[in-house]
């Protein structure tokens, strides 16, 4: 069993899992078929209370006893079907998730036994959250840990993925008692909280408004947080440069970190790393700046070159980190952080600040997935490792995938 973490991804080794999702209160569970868009074919694709059974998907009661659960079989999904995201939202109308904290359990349909558990970190004013979702990769099916939160509940969640959503019919007034309207079988029926009013732009990236991507220009992220490298509706497929840069805690005493980034294959097979010792690998795709011994200065300390258009289609992950190759503790190091920039304009694009340190002696900054609709995300860690040299990553960044 593995306990995932937002962004990772495990490969299934059975054609039919169930996806438990658990909490202190009652949740309402569903399901979404969706296509290589990312939307679904029709609100028959929408598979939840309502609607329990669809092709390859079907839904369970729990009763309030028992989790909600999804299962599906990836053997039976439709031509055409390349996602399957899990969703859940309080059954109390307008409740939150602030000090819920929800756990997905996945197992394997026939047997029972558990492949993964995902709780997702820091839930707050969401009211709909997208828990997990089954996806196809190169022929593999795979279960990745998401954890993205929703502001307008389960309606929501189905209109941003192409769900018809009909409000309640609301009831007639006393002085003109009348049968209740009858429901259009046609699209599902979702009882819809109160709108929830719309949070003013903040300049940390929220946990609970949505896909994040640069449309609205440079995002700073926190811990486990996640952007879309998309703008204006079109993945970035240019050159990327991502620098890393920290300070000696403490003056005088220099400190000699080195950046590298990890390339793995859609299996989270190792294909290559780059570092001081190695420049450039992918056939040039990737390229490192070289070593700095000290940390002194303003700036970028070291800068690794991604021509995303060139790297191979195998490739489909990076990890960047930062190793203390004189064996110092992060907690001597400050102010360390990685800011992806576009290596044409040198604008910043995103940037994540590490805020916490720990006393080892490596730490994986952030990573980049390609996603099967060909665009790259981008996550920060921040997660500490007892490694002196990206030999040692290799192994913790693989299983942070």
């Known amino acids: 069993m593995t306990a995932m973490t937002p962004g990772s991804n495990l490969p299934l080794d059975t054609a039919r899992v169930t996806v438990d999702v658990a909490a202190p209160v009652r949740l309402d569970v569903s399901g979404l078929l969706l296509t290589a868009d990312g939307k679904v074919r029709s609100d028959a694709d929408f598979i939840f209370y309502n609607q329990p059974s669809g092709p390859g998907v079907e839904y369970r009661s729990g009763g309030g006893s028992a989790p909600d659960s999804i299962t599906v079989d990836t053997g039976a999904l439709p031509p055409g079907i390349e996602r399957i995201v ?10 939150t998730f602030q000090g819920v904290e929800p756990t997905a359990t996945v197992r394997d349909a026939a047997g029972g036994a558990v492949i993964a558990t995902f709780t997702p970190p820091r839930l707050g004013s969401e009211t709909a959250l997208v828990v997990v979702e089954i996806y196809q990769r190169g022929g593999v099916w795979k279960v990745r840990a998401v ?3 929703y502001a307008n509940g389960l309606a ?8 018809s959503v009909e409000e309640e019919p609301a009831p007639p007034a006393a002085a ?6 009858p429901v259009t079988p046609a699209a599902p029926v979702i009882p819809t909280a109160p709108p929830v009013p719309a949070a003013p732009p903040a300049s940390p990236a929220p946990l609970g408004a949505g896909k994040i991507n640069l449309d609205k220009g440079r995002v700073n992220l926190q811990k486990n947080q996640t952007v879309s490298l998309v703008k204006g509706g079109r993945p970035l ?7 890393l840069g920290w300070e000696p805690a403490f003056r005088g005493r220099d400190i000699d970190l080195d950046a590298s980034v990890i390339a793995y294959g859609p299996q989270r097979n190792h294909i290559d790393s780059c570092y001081f010792g190695k420049l450039s690998i992918l ?8 070593d700095n011994l000290t940390g002194e200065g303003a700036g970028d300390d070291e800068v690794i070159v991604v021509d995303l ?10 990890v960047f980190t930062v190793n203390s190759f004189s064996g110092q503790k992060f907690t001597e190091v400050a102010k360390a952080y990685c800011r992806l920039m576009d290596a044409a304009s040198g604008e910043e694009l995103v940037r994540f600040d590490l805020t916490t340190a720990e ?3 490596g730490v994986m900054m952030a990573k980049l997935i390609k996603q099967f609709s060909g665009e790259w995300e981008m996550t920060a860690m921040g997660e500490f490792v007892k490694s002196r040299t990206v030999r040692g990553m290799v192994k913790p960044a693989s299983q942070a995938l």
């Open 359 to 361: 006393p080892q002696t």
């Open 283 to 290: 056939n040039g795709a990737i390229k490192h700046s070289g």
């Open 237 to 243: 497929l240019s050159q990327v440069k991502m620098g």
């Open 86 to 95: 899990v969703t859940a939202s309080p059954d109390a109308a307008g409740q």
């Open 176 to 181: 003109a008692p009348a049968a209740p309207a």
């Open 156 to 163: 929501g969640i189905a209109t941003d993925f192409g769900v």
């Open 309 to 318: 258009g060139r790297l191979p289609a195998d490739a489909t992950g990076l």
């Open 147 to 149: 954890g993205q939160g």
